[in-house]
């Protein structure tokens, strides 16, 4: 299994307060990437990296900001917490853009 | 853009049952072709890839091949196990312009296994 952990793995949260997420990975991968999963929509890009210090909006940024200070850390943050946010969260990391990428054991995040 | 469709579930079999979800797809340039599987309250795993047009990938039974001529990436397996429920997502990523490698997804489809 690639080397990918996510803190917290659960978390409950009020509406309009800040979350930090966090993804982990002790592969060395260039490429990390936050989606978000939600019934009805599959998954979805929030956020990637494609190296230190670079980072770009994805799919359905809007609410979230990221930061990649470290090759290994990629951290995701929901600014003022809503209730659309309520969801579980994915990191991935990959070698390449089209190599495959692996998926981290995910964070569920519930806002009241 | 890209984009993915998979057949619509959820699909129930009996164990040893033969197994084909469709997946079909649409893409700027070519694209890498996947299917992951989700098991209850755990992450996405890798099941299976093809690259190339006529490729085909597997693991664990399955099998997919990558058909240009027709845009399907179809997952077979010829005798399922309780095991084997899950959800099964296709997904493809290209490289260049601002994909930046992300996955375009499937919905995803549900498959549950009876003894």
């Known amino acids: 299994d690639a080397g990918i952990t996510q803190s917290p793995r659960h978390k409950v949260t009020e509406t309009g307060t800040p979350v930090t997420l966090r993804c982990h990975q002790t592969?060395?991968?260039?490429?990390m990437y936050w989606y978000r999963q939600d019934p009805g929509h599959g998954l979805r890009l929030i956020h990637y990296?494609?190296?230190?210090?670079?980072?770009d909006k994805g799919e359905v940024s809007d609410g979230y900001s990221v930061s990649r200070s470290k090759t290994e850390d990629f951290l995701l943050t929901l600014e003022s917490a809503t209730s659309s946010q309520t969801s579980v969260y994915f990191c991935?990391?990959?070698?390449?853009?089209?190599?495959?990428?692996?998926f981290g054991p995910g964070t569920r995040l519930t806002v009241t | 853009g890209n984009s993915v469709t998979q057949m619509e579930g959820p699909v129930t079999l009996s164990e040893e049952a033969f197994l084909t979800i469709n997946c079909t797809y649409t893409?700027?340039?070519?694209?890498?072709l996947f299917w992951y599987v989700q098991y209850p309250g755990e992450g996405l795993q890798l099941l299976l890839k093809?690259?190339?047009?006529?490729d085909k990938g597997s693991n664990k039974g399955f099998e997919a091949t990558y058909r240009k001529e027709t845009t399907s990436f179809h997952l077979e397996k010829g005798s399922v196990q309780v095991s084997d429920s899950a959800v099964y997502f296709c997904?493809?990523?290209?490289?260049?312009?601002?994909?930046?490698?992300?996955?375009?997804f499937g919905q995803g489809t549900i498959l549950t296994v009876h003894p």
């Open positions: 991935a990391i990959s070698e390449s853009l089209v190599y495959e990428q692996y």
């Open positions: 592969e060395n991968h260039r490429y």
């Open positions: 990296s494609y190296g230190v210090k670079d980072t």
């Open positions: 893409a700027t340039g070519y694209p890498s």
């Open positions: 093809a690259t190339k047009a006529d």
């Open positions: 997904a493809l990523t290209t490289a260049g312009g601002t994909s930046y490698g992300k996955l375009t």
